[in-house]
């Protein structure tokens, strides 16, 4: 199931520090939490926890477009590694987006000002699958290896770095949509009416991930996310038919001994098969209570999560009092990563954000 | 908990036909189904069935604007049987829009051409709850009970027709958000920071549903829906506390004898809160297992859905094998109404909505 067994298996739960897991770093609470072990705290980060809220990227970005700061290595470690301090985090999550993987596919990528991801040349067919390239090696992403080299050089020396790709299912909705989506019709189409091109594609994009993913752990990641973002698009018989296979064949592919996070969002009815599918984190969203979703997918595997994004438009008293219910339904149960239930949004009041990482520390502290 | 206790309780199942209720309709596969009650074959309509999807719908919008179509009532008469009969279903809606009721609150509604709705006065603090209008009487929503009027003359006789209207959350979510929303921000920050004037223009808002409602039951509506469309965002305790006890008071306050529907989309995590706010047909999208979704309310409650509206872009056999699959979860048990789980798609083929509705009536035949 996981690439992990060290980490599922508790007789083989003790890690052999890795080239670039250091004894710091493999005892930090991030990576304690990921293979369950007690923590003195419980460990927070957030996704998008640099992003447009913040001032000093929003300085960043004056100067240049999302993708090329994407695609100049010191600006993103600069970015990454400002995001980790300021906020007081437990890890660091490199600065790139889920979908930059689809450009050595072949696939035209292009981030408008204030909008969404928009590619020019979508995928609807079985002829258009098939001019798809196979990603033989990733030096076209050297720009994000690179950038974890150097945000790992620079990264306080027992803080996790996170590397992270969008999940098959999601990356291919991208791909066939052209975009974001309401009702993903043509993905859905295409699964439904051509399983065999489905298939080929959904394959050729796990076979770049786990090339990918594990280019990033070898460049310094100690921890990845795959994130399955729209998968919460399709129902059960559909996630285990059309995307749970691929998802499992990427995990399994992913170096052993680096934990895996699998997270998706208006995933109630799916946890089960994404536990199924592969992960050592489970990444919840807000819509479910985190004592009921990690009963369901079983406490042999560490869950994060989950508050909605919203509650830091709120002040700091509602904020604590959300912080301190999904604490308690840990029962403190070792294995738990305080998140969002999906990324910071753009308004977001940077104070909330301190606050509740200071909040989690204070009311998770042993 | 409904306000139809002749339907949820057992003892008391058989409904006196009201003036409005011939037994003609009372005995119809749609209206049995809703009471749980044994049918000849499983009752199926398709939300907005009458839409743009459709060439005669087409034809008519060539003509008018959505707002001009909806405030025609002969025309949305026209529209509502034309679809009714084209497709062969077992139940017709009127020919409106969820957010109708909000122009009498005094709330500035426009449907842009492809877009959806904008509002240009959205309710964004205390004080804009303050300047919202109750709802004294509908007479400005007269155009809507004039179309029910010369729907039911028109309609097949035996043929039930469904009022309908937001629900409180979703109707709020517009009324706040000023149109459609990905992340529900000005919703959910009034609603944590300002419980007071959130349920005040929930309370609101309720007082006019019923009102709305009840006179489309009068006017001669054999069931009404109310679409939570949007309440999918919330987790189960914003739910229970925010949203909960406004739509049982909209539930509650409901002509006793007609059947309410009470219908939400990524509601996997919701669904026993939304059948405690109450409902005699709960609907269902299709990201749940309508077998595991019935369980986990009740059988003592009917069920309505719940085919992906993206399978009707697929083939026939695809969807034939999607219908068994629904149908055979229900295992015979009586209180199913088949539909998909969110609306029809503007390029759904209408050959394969006519084909879905002869499928279910086939394959369900006693």
């Keep these: 199931m996981s690439g992990i067994p060290s980490i599922v298996n508790e007789s083989r739960s003790i890690q ?3 080239s670039n897991l250091t004894a710091a770093l493999s005892n ?3 990576m304690r939490a990921c293979r369950r072990e007690p923590v003195p705290h419980t460990p927070i980060w957030l996704m998008r926890q640099a992003g447009r809220y913040m001032r000093e990227y929003r300085e960043v970005r004056a100067r240049m477009s999302f993708l090329e700061l994407c695609k ?3 600006v993103a470690a600069e970015v990454t590694v400002t995001a980790a301090e300021r906020l007081g985090v437990d890890a660091a999550i490199i600065f790139a987006d889920i979908l930059l993987i689809v450009e050595p596919m072949g696939i035209e990528l292009e981030f408008a000002r204030h909008e969404g991801p928009t590619i020019h040349n979508p995928v609807r067919t079985a002829g258009d699958v098939d001019r798809l390239r196979e990603v033989g090696d990733v030096d076209s992403l050297e720009y994000v290896l690179e950038a974890i080299r150097q945000t790992r050089a620079s990264l306080r020396s027992d803080l996790p770095l996170i590397g992270f790709s969008g999940a098959p299912f999601t990356l291919a909705s991208y791909i066939i949509e052209g975009g974001g989506s309401r009702n993903y019709v043509h993905t859905k189409s295409l ?3 051509d399983q065999g091109a489905w298939d080929s594609m959904m394959s050729l994009i796990s076979r770049a991930l786990v090339k990918y993913l594990n280019a990033q752990i070898v460049a310094g990641a100690q921890a990845v996310q795959l994130f399955d973002s729209w998968v919460g698009c399709l129902n059960a018989d559909d996630y285990r038919e059309y995307v749970l296979p691929h998802t499992r064949s990427v995990v399994s592919g992913l170096t052993p001994g680096t ?3 699998h997270f998706g969002t208006g995933t109630s009815a799916l946890l089960e098969l994404m536990r199924e599918a592969g992960g050592d984190v ?5 819509r479910v209570r985190l004592d009921e ?3 369901r997918i079983g406490h042999d595997v560490a869950v994060m999560g989950n508050l909605d994004p919203v509650a830091l438009f709120a002040g700091k008293d509602y904020i604590r009092t959300q912080a301190r219910k999904i604490l308690e339904q840990t029962a403190g149960r070792p294995g738990h990563i305080f998140n969002l239930g999906h990324g910071i949004l753009p308004q977001t009041p940077v104070e ?3 606050g509740l990482v200071e909040t989690v520390h204070e009311l998770s502290a042993k």
Tied chains: 1, 2.
């Design 16 to 18: 052999k520090p890795e």
């Design 28 to 30: 930090s609470p991030f």
């Design 72 to 74: 100049t290595p010191s």
């Design 191 to 193: 699964m439904y009416t």
């Design 259 to 261: 934990p895996v996070i």
């Design 282 to 286: 489970i990444g919840l969203d807000w």
């Design 293 to 295: 979703a990690w009963q």
């Design 352 to 354: 909330n954000v301190i």
